[in-house]
């Protein structure tokens, strides 16, 4: 087991490794000038000279990708061209934003999906099943900026029951950041109102981000106990005598999980990197957010750390996901 | 604010939780308390990503600006929207003297202090400018280049005096203008030194702590969320009523609006035409049109061999341009019709108009020209939003329009602007659709630029090289009198208006909106706001 997982972390530094190189030379053969973009248009050559050399961008690609490799091992992921700044201090700070709501949205998707999912095979082609196949179609097709429109629209502009775009009532601050999760912070601060104002600003972008997630996890859920129902030794089961819900529970559910499990897992990760346009609409200060301002200014150094951490954060979450298969079915051995 | 929570620690997490969740689930906050924070805090939302640091002498963008100047006193600033006057801010008066090498400023300080508790004197001022000069910021130029000044240049002979020599190639006046933009603003030098690391002049910490004497200070800047600022108590510009300013990021003018609508922001920054429209006839809304010194424009690359080294082209292209068209139906009166390089509201501006829209007579001048079938060009356009807050493609696509009825067929190329600025400072942009705003408020910040190739900047951007126009720009640049001043930027606009190798599109305004509650609020074509001027009722 644990050969196991040390050769699954080698195998992830390669292909780390293979999106860092990826990255790099994407974003280097953008024809356009980073110090360009930097300083703005008023900006003058000696400047624009003064900062390329700076930053190293006078020297070819090849010796620039090395200097980056180099700090990179030593765990320096380099410096901003916009803001001059850590990347490693500016993902610390943008990530619990992306994380916080990236779980909400799981957790949502986590409470809808798989009842709904559930209720469909259990009442196979009644109305329970018509309805969730047609959430599942819907919430699967619906562009995720759009719901988070229509969202904001109804629920904050004309009914007013939740809030608007941020992480917190503006006329509020937030309390100090120690996780970098506000509703932890707010715990940690003993703040319980900010507590309450973080945990409803939650509600709609975690609804929206989550939409998708729980359309899939529906039908995902669906069809695995769909197809686990019928199987014999569920029908064992059942002349057993054993009542219904043991039978659904214990013997269904525990079988149909895992394709579940793997569907959810790819989820974490797509959330995680697919938060940019519900970020952008709700004000979100997450590396979403981070990674669309970044890529506009051509600031490669912090694109590279954006799609490191992505990469990094969906490679431990599919290794998880592995290791969850070994607990659920004994059958599954890494030795 | 009232807390729900008492601050002893001693409830359990589990139960604290429990208890927490009561709340949620009650999702009633005590409004009383609110409701007094509410009054006494303005929330402006908008799209800041531009702050990269709030170190004033490194600071160049708008949004740095705008915060610095609430932070900061300069020597001397401008009073709400007239910008043609400077005025007394840390100086309570000063004096200009010409001297052998060139002119002397002599100010004298009034009495002020830090919000750190400690005075201002004219040591912070010299370190303050020393400081830029050393550092070579994005704004360093103004002092080096424009001012001319070195370290040594600014000397302190007592506490309350300082001292600017000023050598020939400069313009006192216009040290003066650029004085009162954020380059200029004072820093507690004792604390700067104190957080010094690596003899960054402190830069690095004043880049999220504030080290003034301005009507606030920082309380926090929460990066792409929020920045916070507090009444400073100390200072001698004071805040009337309101107590804390928060700029909340809302990047989406349509977070912006519903946002405002509910009452959770009271000043929205970024509103579309269209949206400003809707918002003019809301009575709970105060729709601002503020004006800025902004020129959305065309640039003809007169290159030889390029269709717009005849001088007869270019001027077809400002006849044919539907400037009214542009103004009224694209920016829904958010513009304003300029022709000439000067924007309006800066001393030297001109107000001329003679290009009439007229597809005919741009017709006629390219057959003179010797092109009667007009001819193809490649149209760079960025992506993304304009001047007066239109979308650049539906400008374009006017534009294109227009010049399609005389026979010129540009082809339309969009880019990140950052990909359109290193196309046009390659000198390789054809035809480009772009913006200028002048580094100060002084008609040389178009006026060098746009008119003098050698400058390098926007004539030669559009290699368009003018003897008479380079020196035009140059002797206005230091012209010390006034009225000559002022005629030789009237020769000067004169000559580029007819000659020059753009054809202006408008002058936009910003729409502002704000709730009805707030008052006071006045935002200059600078883009500044003095929030210390701003009240809720």
Same mark, same amino acid.
């Given at each position: ?8 972390l ?20 953008v024809?356009a ?5 930097a300083?703005?248009?008023n ?30 091992a030593q ?16 993902l ?36 329970p ?19 988070a429109?229509l969202?904001?629209n ?7 029951w ?12 937030a309390?100090?950041v ?7 912070d ?11 104002d973080?945990?409803?600003?939650l ?26 129902l019928g199987?014999d030794?569920i029908?064992?089961?059942?002349s ?23 569907v ?16 952008t ?7 979403g957010s ?7 200014s ?13 990469g ?7 290794l998880l996901?592995?290791?969850?298969y070994?607990?659920l079915?004994p ?5 | 604010?009232?807390? &729900? ?21 009650a ?15 303005l929330?402006?939302?908008?799209d ?7 170190d ?18 300069? #020597? ?9 006057k ?7 008066s000063?004096?200009?003297t ?5 002119s ?11 919000s ?5 004197t ?12 050393? #550092? ?7 002092l ?40 200029g603003g004072?820093i ?19 880049r ?8 606030f ?6 990066r792409s ?7 400073n108590?100390?200072?001698?510009r ?30 929205a920054?970024?509103?579309t ?6 918002a003019?006839?809301?009575?709970k ?15 003809m ?28 139906? &694209?920016?829904?009166? #958010? ?10 509201? &800066? ?15 741009a017709?006629a001048l ?6 009667p ?22 400008l374009a ?13 540009a082809?339309?190329k969009?880019m990140?602007?950052?990909?359109l600025?290193?196309?046009y ?28 190739y050698?400058?390098?900047? &926007? ?34 606009t004169e #000559?580029?208006?007819?000659e ?18 707030v ?5 200059n074509?600078n ?5 210390e ?5």
């Amino acid at each position: 087991m644990l050969i196991y997982i040390l050769r699954r972390l080698a195998l992830m530094l390669f292909v780390l490794w293979g999106v860092t190189l990826a990255a790099f030379v994407i974003s280097h053969v953008v024809p356009a000038d980073p110090a360009a973009a930097a300083l703005g248009n008023n900006a003058r050559e000696q400047q624009l000279q003064d900062f390329r050399v700076r930053n190293g961008l006078d020297k070819p690609m090849v010796v620039q990708y090395a200097v980056y490799m180099e700090r990179l091992a030593q765990g320096d992921l380099g410096t901003s061209l916009r803001t001059q700044s850590g990347i490693a201090a500016d993902l610390r700070q943008f990530f619990p934003a992306t994380l916080e709501l990236t779980l909400v949205a799981v957790v949502f998707a986590l409470i809808i999906g798989l009842p709904l999912g559930m209720l469909a095979a259990l009442r196979h082609n009644r109305p329970p099943d018509l309805l969730a196949r047609i959430f599942a179609l819907v919430g699967g097709a619906t562009p995720v900026y759009w719901l988070a429109i229509l969202a904001l629209n109804i629920f904050h502009e004309r009914l007013g029951w939740l809030p608007g775009p941020g992480r917190i009532d503006a006329y509020s601050l937030a309390p100090p950041v120690h996780s970098g999760l506000v509703t932890v912070d707010a715990l940690l601060a003993h703040d319980g109102e900010v507590f309450v104002d973080a945990l409803r600003h939650l509600i709609l972008p975690g609804l929206v981000l989550g939409a998708f997630s729980a359309a899939l996890l529906t039908r995902m859920t669906r069809s695995a106990m769909l197809e686990v129902l019928g199987q014999d030794y569920i029908r064992t089961a059942r002349s057993k005598g054993l009542n219904g819900q043991r039978v659904i529970w214990k013997h269904a559910l525990r079988n149909a999980a895992l394709p579940i499990l793997t569907v959810l897992g790819s989820l974490f990760g797509s959330l995680l990197t697919g938060a940019v346009l519900t970020e952008t609409i709700f004000s979100w200060p997450g590396i979403g957010s981070y990674a669309t301002s970044s890529a506009v200014s051509l600031d490669f150094p912090a694109v590279m750390g954006v799609t490191l951490v992505a990469g990094l954060a969906y490679s431990l979450v599919n290794l998880l996901v592995d290791l969850l298969y070994v607990t659920l079915d004994p059958r599954i051995s890494f030795s | 604010m009232k807390r &729900l929570i008492p601050a002893s620690g001693s409830v359990r997490p589990s139960r604290l939780a429990g208890r927490l969740l009561a709340a949620a689930l009650a999702l009633s906050l005590p409004m009383a308390a609110a409701e007094s924070a509410r009054q006494s805090t303005l929330v402006i939302g908008g799209d800041f990503s531009d702050l990269i640091t709030l170190d004033p002498g490194v600071s160049y963008e708008f949004t740095g600006s705008l915060i610095t100047g609430n932070l900061y006193d300069t #020597l001397v600033g401008f009073e709400g929207n007239d910008l043609s006057k400077v005025r007394p801010r840390l100086a309570s008066s000063w004096k200009v003297t010409p001297t052998a090498t060139g002119s002397q400023i002599t100010f004298t300080l009034r009495p002020a202090t830090f919000s750190t508790g400690r005075p201002v004197t004219s040591a912070d001022v010299v370190y303050s400018m020393n400081r830029v000069i050393s #550092l070579k910021t994005p704004s360093s130029f103004l002092l080096t280049d424009v001012a001319n000044l070195k370290v040594g240049s600014v000397t302190a002979p007592n506490p309350t005096t300082v001292v600017f020599n000023i050598p020939k190639t400069a313009n006192p006046n216009i040290v003066l203008a650029l004085l009162t933009f954020n380059v200029g603003g004072i820093i507690d030098s004792t604390e700067a030194k104190a957080h010094e690391q690596n003899g960054d002049f402190g830069s690095a910490w004043l880049r999220d702590h504030s080290a003034g004497s301005g009507p606030f200070v920082l309380n926090r800047w929460d990066r792409s969320a929020q920045v916070a600022l507090d009444a400073n108590p100390k200072a001698f510009r004071r805040s009337i009523n309101i107590k804390r300013v928060i700029l909340r990021y809302m990047l989406e003018s349509s977070a912006q609006q519903t946002a405002l609508n509910s009452g959770e922001i009271d000043v929205a920054w970024d509103y579309t035409p269209d949206a400003f429209k809707a918002a003019q006839s809301n009575p709970k809304l105060k729709a601002l049109k503020t004006s800025t010194f902004q020129m959305a424009y065309l640039g003809m690359n007169s290159a030889k061999g390029s269709p717009f080294e005849d001088p007869r082209v270019r001027e077809a292209v400002r006849y044919a341009i539907d400037q009214d068209g542009i103004i009224k139906s &694209l920016l829904q009166g #958010l513009g304003r019709k300029v022709q000439t390089i000067i924007p309006l509201g &800066l001393a030297g501006s001109n107000t001329a108009t003679p290009y009439a829209y007229d597809p005919a007579k741009a017709k006629a001048l390219l057959a003179a020209a010797g092109k009667p079938n007009g001819f193809d060009v490649d149209f760079l356009v960025s992506t993304g939003s304009c001047s007066g807050g239109v979308p650049c493609q539906d400008l374009a696509a006017k534009v294109q329009s227009d010049l399609a009825k005389v026979g010129i067929r540009a082809n339309i190329k969009q880019m990140v602007n950052a990909e359109l600025l290193t196309t046009y400072r390659a000198q390789k942009a054809p035809l480009i659709q772009v913006a200028w705003s002048p580094d100060y408020p002084d008609a040389d910040g178009n006026g060098t630029p746009l008119a003098d190739y050698n400058a390098h900047s &926007l004539a030669w951007r559009n290699s368009w090289n003018n003897a008479q126009a380079s020196k035009l720009a140059q002797s206005a640049a230091v012209e010390v009198d006034q009225s000559k001043r002022v005629a030789l930027y009237k020769q000067l606009t004169e #000559l580029m208006v007819k000659e020059g190798p753009y054809a202006i599109l408008y002058q936009p305004y910003k729409p502002v909106v704000a709730s009805a509650s707030v008052l006071g609020f006045v935002r200059n074509a600078n883009g500044d706001v003095q929030f210390e001027k701003i009240s809720k009722k």
